[in-house]
């Protein structure tokens, strides 16, 4: 079945980097955007981004510029989130989300959530 | 990036009918998607292109558009709804969500 298994939870340090993984199965990797949304304790959806598994391109939340990178192995269909220079309040749970783009842009797959912690 | 509004609660009896509305400049232009996450669970699409429904979503759940709002109705409310509601579109920018609307059956 098509589904998204993401990496486990991650407790880290301010000022540290984490990075997330995404590993998809059940369809052709290349054929779709995977989105990153990451959810803060008892808040809502926070859009972070899209990437390519295509061609690589990236969308990135203009909040977000020059903190994170998305990247791709389609070798292996996994999707990675880095977030660098973390501060407390990028505690939250990460999910990956098949993003079917052009004009459907609907996250029709999640992943199950990635909860990052972070505190010193 | 611009932003969605939704109420942040709705409540409804079992078996009546819950309307769960976002507003948004971009609405006229942009399709409206509509999740709904139960706690400690991730998002479920529901509504997609305004007012399409995935395979395996209940024909109690459908969208409409009219101008800058969207809604999302629920008809025969069941316990099993209560859950919290965000409403999702797109711009040149990217992605956004609405605040998301937390739905009691009372």
């Known amino acids: 079945q098509v589904q998204l298994v993401q990496s486990g939870a991650e407790v880290k340090k301010p000022g540290a980097s984490v990075k997330v993984s995404c590993k998809a199965s059940g369809y052709t990797f290349t054929s779709y955007g995977i989105s990153w949304v990451r959810q803060a304790p008892g808040q809502g959806l926070e859009w972070m981004g899209w990437?390519?598994?295509?061609?690589?391109?990236?969308n990135y939340a203009q909040k977000l510029q020059g903190r994170v990178t998305m990247t791709t192995d389609t070798s292996t269909s996994t999707a990675y989130m880095e977030l660098r220079s973390l501060r407390s309040d990028d505690t939250a749970v990460y999910y990956c989300a098949r993003d079917l783009g052009g004009t459907n842009a609907a996250f029709d797959i999640w992943g199950q959530g990635t909860m990052v912690t972070v505190s010193s | 990036s611009y932003e969605l509004t939704q109420p942040p609660s709705v409540s409804v009896s079992p078996g009546q009918t819950a309307r769960i509305t976002c507003s948004g400049d971009a609405l006229p232009k942009q399709y409206a998607y509509w999740y709904q996450q139960k706690p400690g669970q991730a998002p479920v699409l529901v509504i997609y292109?305004?007012?399409e429904r995935p395979s395996g979503i209940p024909e109690r759940f459908s969208g409409s558009s009219s101008g800058t709002t969207v809604t999302l109705t629920i008809s025969g409310v069941q316990a099993e709804d209560e859950a919290d509601y965000y409403c999702q579109s797109a711009d040149s920018s990217g992605r956004v969500f609405g605040g998301g609307t937390k739905l009691t059956v009372l």
């Open positions: 990437i390519s598994a295509y061609n690589g391109n990236t």
């Open positions: 292109k305004d007012s």
